[in-house]
T-cell receptor, first 118, second 112 residues
Framework: AQKITQTQPGMFVQEKEAVTLDCTYDTSDPSYGLFWYKQPSSGEMIFLIYQGSYDQQNATEGRYSLNFQKARKSANLVISASQLGDSAMYFCAMREGDSGAGSYQLTFGKGTKLSVIP | SQTIHQWPATLVQPVGSPLSLECTVEGTSNPNLYWYRQAAGRGLQLLFYSVGIGQISSEVPQNLSASRPQDRQFILSSKKLLLSDSGFYLC???????????FGPGTRLTVL
C-alpha cells in the first residue's frame, strides 16, 4: 500500500484565490513528520512546510498552511492568495519515527501539478 | 548560510559508460546526505543516504553506488549505465538531528 497518496494529478486555481492540495498518509508509527515540497519547472525541490505528529497546532509558513487531521490521516496543503509563481509540482512526504532514532527515508507522494490562471 | 551544489547540471551518456555525479554542501558540518532519483512525472525515490564520512546506506539495489570521501561531499557513481538510469538526480542534506531536507538544483541524466 502507498504510504503517501496525492489524489489530484493536476489542479487549477485563479490568481489571488486559495487552493487546497490533498495528501493522505498511512503509518502505524505514532511518531512521524509530514512535509510539503514545491518543485518548479527548474527541478529544484523547495521545502515549504513541516508538521510533526505530536504538534498540537497546524503549521503555517507565510501563505502556506497545513490542514492536519490526524484521525483522518490527512495533511492537506493550503495556499492562500495564489500567485502566478505558485505554478509548480507539489509533493507531500512523510518520515516515520522519532527525531534522532527514526527512519532516514522521506517517502514522497506522486505529486500534484498546480497551475495558477491569471 | 548553507548552500548545496550539484554538478553537472545536465549529462547525456551512452549506455555502458561510467557515471560520476558530485554533491557538495557549504556552511554546515556533519550533515546527513541523500541521493534521490526522480523518473519523469514521478515522485522521488531514495537511493542512498550517509550519516558520516565513509558511511553509506543503500535503499534500492541497483548498478549505482555512492561514496562520501569528505564530510560535505557526496558522490554518486556507476561503472556501466543502463537506459533505466535516466532521470533527475537530486542531492539533499539535513542537520544531524533529523529535520527537513534541503535539496540541491539536481542533475538531469539522459542515457542513450
Amino acid at each position: 500500500a502507498q504510504k503517501i497518496t496525492q489524489t489530484q494529478p493536476g489542479m487549477f486555481v485563479q490568481e489571488k484565490e486559495a487552493v487546497t492540495l490533498d495528501c493522505t498518509y498511512d503509518t502505524s508509527d505514532p511518531s512521524y513528520g509530514l512535509f510539503w515540497y514545491k518543485q518548479p519547472s527548474s527541478g529544484e525541490m523547495i521545502f515549504l512546510i513541516y508538521q510533526g505528529s505530536y504538534d498540537q497546532q497546524n503549521a503555517t509558513e507565510g501563505r502556506y498552511s497545513l490542514n492536519f487531521q490526524k484521525a483522518r490521516k490527512s495533511a492537506n496543503l493550503v495556499i492562500s492568495a495564489s500567485q502566478l509563481g505558485d505554478s509548480a509540482m507539489y509533493f507531500c512526504a512523510m518520515r516515520e519515527g522519532d527525531s534522532g532514532a527514526g527512519s532516514y527515508q522521506l517517502t514522497f507522494g506522486k505529486g500534484t501539478k498546480l497551475s495558477v490562471i491569471p | 548560510s548553507q548552500t548545496i551544489h550539484q554538478w553537472p547540471a545536465t549529462l547525456v551518456q551512452p549506455v555502458g559508460s561510467p557515471l560520476s555525479l558530485e554533491c557538495t554542501v557549504e556552511g554546515t558540518s556533519n550533515p546527513n546526505l541523500y541521493w534521490y532519483r526522480q523518473a519523469a512525472g514521478r515522485g522521488l525515490q531514495l537511493l542512498f543516504y550517509s550519516v558520516g564520512i565513509g558511511q553509506i546506506s543503500s535503499e534500492v539495489p541497483q548498478n549505482l553506488s555512492a561514496s562520501r570521501p569528505q564530510d560535505r561531499q557526496f558522490i554518486l557513481s556507476s561503472k556501466k549505465l543502463l537506459l533505466s538510469d535516466s532521470g533527475f538526480y537530486l542531492c539533499a542534506w539535513e542537520p544531524g538531528a533529523i529535520n527537513e531536507q534541503f535539496f540541491g538544483p539536481g542533475t538531469r541524466l539522459t542515457v542513450l
